[in-house]
């Protein structure tokens, strides 16, 4: 079975460990090779191998993935030739043990994933074999697990790893979720059916080895270093108004804060490679020096301040 890919590198994975002087041995020649299996840091001295699959059924106006999805060259594996990528790269980045750092979990990122969700079942069931990762976490929207049930079935076949499906809400309220997804608000509350199916399958099957997560997928904590000078960067609506990512929606409230605690990760909002600047920029203040720049980015404004 075959998945889709694409490769763009993105430096922002290696720069915590290119900070303590130690280079990436496939920077030169990733892209060349059409390897798929990047490498960075999930936290302390954890690291993880990243996939970054290709093509999603949003439109987010602050996707970093935006090049993966418009722009970057489709690059189609079997099941064997991404565990093949994934192998090589942890030998190549194994040197990094000395150190202390320990390899610990393989991510799907990038655009959808549940798009081609029989070959991202496949890969993990492939991977947990290996030996090499503590768990797997896959990045999703959740939507396809409200118009696809049968999806959910693919979830009984995986052993011998831990997986951590991350539901990626979009803002907690109708309103966020139109302006900041690009989608109709009605895919706001299938968003919500698709995590519930999720978590209920588990739950009702007693799938210990898989968690189901609410995590809000906007990076909106607002203090930002850009070229060592600190910004801030709001969330808002075009017409300037801050969102408030803690005004939820009676049936996200019912339905999803019922079920898990949403997990905010607080991470600032950055100008990665992979965005739209011209998209970001209808979502987004900067604060620099106590002014207000709305609508500009970052480099706007250090630019042209």
Known sequence: MRGVYS????????????????????RGRYVSCECIATCGILEGKKLEIVLDVKGCNFNCKLCWGYKLRYEAKPIIKSTKDVVDDIVCRYRRVRFLEKKGYRMFDLRFSGNEPSLQWDHVV???????KLGIFRKVIV?????LFADKPELLERLR???????????SFKGVNPKQFRYISGM???????QIEGFVNLYEFVRKNALRNINVNPVLGINHEPKYYYRGRLLQVEIVFPWGEK???YDYDDVFRREVLSRAKLRYDEAPFREYYGINKERAR???????RGKKYPHKLPSDVIKNP
């Open 139 to 143: 990045e999703t929207n959740g939507v």
């Open 184 to 190: 109709p608000e009605e895919y706001f509350y299938k």
């Open 282 to 288: 209808e979502l987004v203040t900067t604060i620099y």
């Open 122 to 128: 496949e890969v993990i069931n492939a991977v947990s």
């Open 7 to 26: 490769n763009v590198y993105f430096p922002c994975r290696w720069a915590p460990l290119r900070r303590r002087r130690l280079k990436d041995p496939c």
């Open 243 to 245: 969102m408030d990512f």
């Open 157 to 167: 076949g995986i052993r011998g790893i831990y997986v951590d499906i991350d539901v």
